[in-house]
Nanobody, 121 residues
Framework: QVQLVESGGGLVEAGGSLRLSCAAS????????MGWFRQAPGKEREFVAA????????FYADSVKGRFTISRDNAKNTVYLQMNRLKPEDTAAYYC??????????????WGQGTQVTVSS
């Protein structure tokens, strides 16, 4: 079992940056693939980015590739999502997720409560 708490959301102008953090507690953090998803109003939740156990492998949705960077600090039990060159279409609730394996991109095992990101045009 792992508990996930996101922070760092807020309101930013288009072209700006935000960094989301997700603090994990519970079982060994390095035993999980970690990821980020987002859900905009009226839309389904979608995959954004994921990191392997050590952070050596990362995965991104095409819509954020080159703008967002996922990273993790296993010593701090924290995963980050650095979001640059934000666009209004990035506006969504962002959710941290954890999984025992590569299913992180499709069906995570655990979810955080979410943090809102709003990008104004």
């Amino acid at each position: 079992q792992v508990q996930l708490v996101e922070s760092g959301g807020g309101l930013v102008e288009a072209g700006g940056s935000l960094r989301l953090s997700c603090a994990a507690s519970g079982r060994t953090f390095s035993s999980y693939y970690m990821g980020w998803f987002r859900q905009a109003p009226g839309k389904e939740r979608e995959f954004v980015a994921a990191s392997s156990y050590s952070g050596g492998n990362t995965f991104y949705a095409d819509s954020v590739k080159g703008r967002f960077t996922i990273s993790r600090d296993n010593a701090k039990n924290t995963v980050y999502l650095q979001m640059n060159r934000l666009k209004p279409e990035d506006t969504a609730a962002y959710y941290c997720a954890a999984a025992y394996g590569i299913n992180i991109m499709s069906m995570p095992d655990y979810w955080g409560q979410g943090t809102q990101v709003t990008v104004s045009s």
